[in-house]
């Protein structure tokens, strides 16, 4: 039986080596005085961004640019906002490009957001502001990733940081915050350094993962998340040593736009309950959080369904990612699934992916932690103690 479900996708999704210099003839539709948000200079010295400001020169448009070093923070975000409108000479921006990883294109989605709203982003932050709404008024959106991991192409909310003791990680959200138009270039990920590619890799593999698991699933999402699981698993280890091999840049962008639309869709698990909580109190990679912590609280959640045994379907689906993970046959249920977390843990060692304390997280900080980790959506709702033991055991000492 086919339950019911709803499902948000972009309006638009181009798809493919080389769609980048489809963009200036796109970008006419929306608006011809955009705002361009790179991220890393990195893109900006390349012959695509050459290539695509004499587009824009031939077309009459007239792009301003701001770059985004660093996750996206409230005060990154209003000060953008304000100097666009201080400087504006008449004819305001009509719509936002944003280029680059994750939080270029976080970054972009908020501010075609809050070039429109009145006010600060702070107060329409979920569990942060003082309960605003936002309208979800927006200026036209066209996400272009040359990272695969986030999602964000694909995704109605923008992550926004604000690290330190009373630091958090949280949404901007609204269902018309989804690009206008997620155009994906796997070529632009060329060039992506190794370790940024393993956190990124990481981060859309435990997206799609924990998308599959999630409680909040359909049909349809299970159907994407598996496609882009074995797109994934064929080509992660094959990015991190040789990033130039286009067709397995191509499987990971592939498998980044339809994390986005699982997550979006379906929810996630308790390791990005995890990288939430440490993103707002350490300035870590996200992505490195969800590698380090992936395979141990994989295993706990078998653990405690074992124990319960009162999800059967997700145990099934550990045994579906086991088999998707090898070519044994004939196994059994709960062999495949302790390979699945045996394959998540060789993969966190061939990757050098760091233990939490390498990252400056000590056994102090593991209290706090925990208290702002949900796993709301976790095949497996897991105890206080539980958690703390996950965070223990991916620490040294």
């Not at 953008?80 to 680059?100: K, N, P, W, Y």
């Not at 959106?141 to 009373?166: C, D, K, M, R, Y």
């Not at 124990?307 to 059994?332: F, H, M, S, V, W």
Request: hydrophobic share 40%; aromatic share 6%; proline share 5%.
């Amino acid at each position: 039986m086919i339950h019911s479900f709803g499902l948000q996708v972009p309006a638009q999704i181009l798809f493919g080596p080389g769609r980048l210099r489809d963009l200036g003839e796109i970008v006419p539709r929306f608006g011809r005085r955009p705002l361009l948000v790179l991220g890393s200079a990195s893109f900006a010295a390349t012959d695509h961004y050459q290539a695509l400001l004499a587009t824009f020169r031939q077309l009459n448009i007239s792009p301003q640019t701001v770059h985004i070093g660093t996750e996206p923070s409230p005060e990154i975000i209003d000060g953008i906002v304000a100097g666009i409108v201080a400087g504006q000479d008449g004819a305001a921006r009509d719509m936002v490009i944003a280029i680059g990883g994750g939080s270029a294109l976080d970054a972009g989605k908020v501010l075609a957001a809050m070039l429109v709203e009145k006010g600060g982003v702070t107060r329409f932050l979920e569990g942060v502001g003082n309960g605003g709404k936002p309208s979800g008024r927006k200026l036209p959106f066209v996400a272009v990733p040359t990272t695969s991991g986030t999602g964000s192409e694909a995704t109605s909310n923008a992550v926004i940081s604000s690290v330190g003791e009373n630091g958090f990680k949280r949404s901007l959200r609204h269902d018309n915050y989804i690009p206008n138009l997620a155009l994906i270039d796997p070529a632009l990920t060329l060039s992506c350094p190794r370790k940024l590619t393993v956190a990124c890799s990481m981060d859309c593999f435990t997206q799609l993962v924990e998308g599959y698991l999630a409680s909040h699933g359909s049909r349809p999402t299970d159907t994407l998340a598996l496609d882009g699981i074995r797109a994934v698993w064929r080509s992660l280890e094959v990015v991190c040593r040789d990033g130039g091999n286009l067709a397995a840049r191509t499987d990971m962008a592939y498998g980044a736009l339809l994390s986005g639309i699982v997550l979006a869709n379906a929810g996630l698990g308790t390791v990005h309950g995890f990288a939430s909580a440490i993103g707002g109190f350490f300035a870590v990679p996200h992505g490195v959080v969800c590698g380090t912590l992936m395979a141990e609280t994989n295993r706990l959640t078998v653990q405690r369904l074992r124990q319960a045994g009162t999800n059967p379907e997700a145990l099934r689906k550990y045994a579906t990612l086991g088999r998707i993970c090898g070519t044994a046959a004939d196994k059994t249920e709960s062999w495949y699934q302790d390979f699945f977390i045996e394959e998540l843990a060789r993969l966190t060692g061939e990757l050098e992916i760091p233990r939490l304390d390498e990252l400056g997280i000590g056994r102090d900080d593991t209290d706090k932690i925990v208290g702002q980790t949900s796993n709301k959506y976790n095949p497996a709702q897991l105890s206080p103690e539980e958690l703390r033991a996950i965070l223990l055991a991916r620490m040294s000492s």
